[in-house]
């Protein structure tokens, strides 16, 4: 960072102090965001004449960014909970098990497990789809069976560890993946895991819940973008990873959830431009877009971004920013003129938009038609 | 923020009654015994306080639009005494009192001292010419009702901690005798005057947000991620605009120091015979008292009007 000449701390340390001072409500109106720019701007002019003042604002900041809460409760980020201690330790027991199964035939000499290759991996795809008996124990396990346990499922579920069931169904195997001894496919779980668990300790607007990866609304309103294709073919879709059960040898696993990790982040600098990282936030690069930017909502999942500004300014991007599209909200004959203040989309069809009017809109077709509530 | 201060209430034109009504009803002060007067005289007070003299309807429509009024009406019931907006209050705020008490203070007693403070001032256990001043009555809707009770407790906080400093700071110079001490004031750095005017002229371009970031950063010591929250932005943008502003300034400066006749050597070298003249102490310098202290107006005016 450049040196800041000392004469200017000196005169900014001399500037005039304020004699009057503003309301707790506008203190507040500000830490929270409901200024309007005018109100915002004389707020801001006091605020660099006056220490006591931004020592009150800074107090007021809450503590953590209430959708960072919310959201990180729902995704159950309490490690130290009973059911995650549980099923921890499930998968700790599956995992010793499954070290000892694979010390058990490696003994025997059989090497399948370990050549499996990724060719392996498609073919145990294909296999899963057929109906196969159920092993009945962990010997009687026959070679295709393990391929397909090498295979595993991606199975992102948070809380459930549907992996750590250990007992056979007594189904056909193929329908529900991996029976019996599915330890490979714990351990790749937990490897996901991780990578979910360092992407959320990395990066505050980004937490991992049932649904895989969501983007926490407000503060800086990052977002991951989806990844490319893993080697094996297998796609991991943006914000929509878990409830996929997707064959990936667990090398394409880890490698996936690396370009997990290293995601382009979305920002909107403070001067309503739009921004993306592709280091982790090291460093940003301003997106051209369409309009005179000035963008006050940002919404991001996948290759999907939308943003929003004044008067009802709204683009929509499908390809990462590469283009856009403007796009005109109409509900009942009447356009939304208002300035946007957020954007949110739970999935690429549907999203909600509100103004500083307290108005709300909601799209359920990627923004073909909006109703207004 | 114009007019801080008038408290006469901006009267409405009948054109804005439905749009009063919806705000009512969405208040649900009814509940709380407020009626529908008493609600447009609080917005009334409130669009006096924030709009200037000759706001229109649309400013007045567009201020009220963004108030809180359903806690708005939770509040003024609070005030006036209404025995279920008070129940309902204690439910959703008092155990928050404490915890941001206990976040801003960090120790206990002092916490639970301030929140008790802030209680009774709540509750309105003072009196002014014979009426019960309740600090409810301030709250004007502009924010959440428990961001303004964190903001609220933060600036007694302050209050509380400039005071105190204060007294601790005579005590310490009466152990050590030197409160009697003559004056030894600091050296004076020469200065050059047209290095001040150039920087006070380079500053003066900057906007309101570029100031509050060099203050916070350069004064007090805030961290990018202070900033950054407090402005709603990534750290990644803080950290870059200070850099942009700390080259930008020195540029603008040395460009003011040239229109004032010096070369551009003789600039550079103001600028760093100044840097070495000065030898600032940032750090005492922030610790020292304001020569306005910045509440006493508000604490005078017990009722909570406070205005910029």
Redesign the interface.
């Known amino acids: 960072m450049a040196e800041l000449p000392k004469i200017v701390v000196q005169r900014l340390q001399s500037t005039a102090k304020a004699e009057v001072h503003p309301d707790p409500d506008l203190i507040n109106a500000f830490v929270e965001r409901s200024l309007n720019p005018r109100d915002r701007d004389q707020l801001l002019e006091h605020l660099t004449q006056c220490p006591d003042c931004r020592e009150i604002a800074a107090l007021s900041l809450p503590e953590l960014d209430a959708a960072t809460t919310v959201v990180a409760v729902k995704a159950g980020s309490g490690w130290l909970r009973w059911p995650v201690l549980r099923w921890s330790a499930v998968a700790a027991c599956a995992v010793i098990v499954g070290t000892a199964v694979t010390l058990h035939y490696q003994s025997r000499g059989d090497r399948q497990v370990a050549q499996l290759s990724d060719s392996a991996v498609s073919s145990a795809v294909e296999q899963k789809k057929e109906p196969s008996p159920a092993p009945t124990s962990i010997d009687q396990q026959d070679a295709a069976s393990k391929q397909e346990e090498v295979a595993g499922r991606v199975e992102n579920s948070g809380q459930r560890n549907e992996i750590a069931s250990l007992p056979a169904p007594s189904a056909p195997a193929a329908q529900t993946a991996a029976p019996a001894s599915i330890m490979p496919g714990a351990a790749d779980a937990m490897q996901e895991r991780r990578a979910k668990s360092a992407l959320k300790t990395s990066n505050e607007a980004v937490v991992a819940d049932d649904n895989g990866l969501a983007v926490v609304p407000g503060r800086a309103k990052d977002a991951l973008q989806q990844s490319p294709a893993s080697p094996n073919g297998a796609t991991v879709a943006g914000g929509m990873l878990a409830k996929q059960k997707v064959a990936m040898s667990p090398s394409a696993r880890v490698s996936a959830f690396a370009g997990l990790v290293s995601m382009p982040r979305w920002t909107l600098s403070s001067d309503g431009t739009l921004q993306r990282s592709s280091d982790s936030g090291r460093s940003w690069q301003t997106i051209s877009t369409p309009g005179q930017g000035n963008f006050r909502a940002l919404a991001a999942s996948g290759p999907e971004i939308w943003v929003g500004g004044a008067k009802g300014a709204l683009y929509h991007s499908s390809d990462a920013g590469t283009h856009w599209v403007p796009v005109q909200p109409v509900a009942s004959g009447q356009a939304l003129t208002a300035d946007i203040a957020s954007i949110e989309f739970t999935d690429p069809q549907h999203g909600t938009l509100t103004t500083t009017e307290h108005e709300t809109w909601v799209t359920a077709d990627s923004g073909q038609t909006w109703e207004k509530k | 923020?114009?007019n801080?201060g008038v408290q006469s209430g901006m009267a409405f034109q009948a054109g804005l009654e439905p749009f009063l009504k919806g705000l009512y009803q969405k208040s649900r002060g009814e509940e709380f015994g407020l009626t529908r007067e008493s609600f447009d005289r609080i917005l009334q007070e409130i669009a006096g306080k924030?709009l200037p003299a000759g706001a229109g309807q649309a400013d007045i429509e567009?201020l009220c639009?963004?108030l809180r009024v359903e806690e708005l009406a939770l509040a003024r019931a609070c005030a006036a005494g209404h025995e279920r907006a008070w129940e309902i209050f204690l439910t959703r705020y008092r155990a928050k009192l404490y915890d941001i008490a206990a976040?801003?203070v960090r120790e206990s007693a002092g916490a639970r001292e301030l929140a008790d403070s802030i209680y009774a001032d709540l509750y309105g256990t003072t009196t002014r010419e014979g009426q019960r001043v309740c600090k409810l009555a301030?709250?004007?809707?502009?924010?959440?009702l428990e961001?303004?009770l964190?903001?609220?407790?933060?600036?007694e906080?302050?209050n509380r901690y400039?005071r105190q400093r204060r007294l601790v700071s005579l005590d310490e110079e009466s152990e050590e005798g030197v409160q009697f001490a003559a004056a030894n004031p600091e050296p004076v750095a020469p200065?050059d005057s047209r290095?001040?005017a150039a920087?006070?002229e380079?500053?003066s371009e900057l906007?309101?947000?570029d100031?509050?970031v060099?203050?916070?950063y350069?004064?007090?010591s805030?961290t990018l991620a202070?900033i950054?929250?407090?402005?709603?932005?990534?750290e990644?943008?803080i950290?870059?605009?200070?850099?942009k502003?700390?080259?930008s300034?020195?540029k603008r400066?040395l460009a003011g120091l040239g229109k004032r006749g010096l070369s551009r050597r003789q600039a550079e070298e103001a600028?760093e015979v100044?840097?070495r003249d000065?030898g600032?102490n940032?750090r005492g310098?922030?610790v020292q008292e304001?020569?306005?202290p910045?509440?006493s107006?508000?604490k005078a005016e017990a009722a909570?009007d406070?205005?910029?």
Request: proline share 1%; no cysteine.
């Open positions: 923020m114009s801080r924030y567009q639009a963004s976040r801003i301030s709250y004007t809707g502009r924010g959440s961001g303004w964190r903001t609220v407790i933060a600036q906080y302050v400039r200065v290095v001040e920087t006070d380079a500053l906007s309101a947000e100031k509050f060099l203050v916070s350069y004064l007090d805030r202070e950054a929250r407090l402005l709603h932005v990534h990644s943008t950290s870059r605009k200070l850099d502003l700390a080259k300034l020195r400066i600028l100044d840097v000065l600032l940032i310098r922030l304001t020569a306005h910045p509440f107006k508000k909570g406070r205005s910029v």
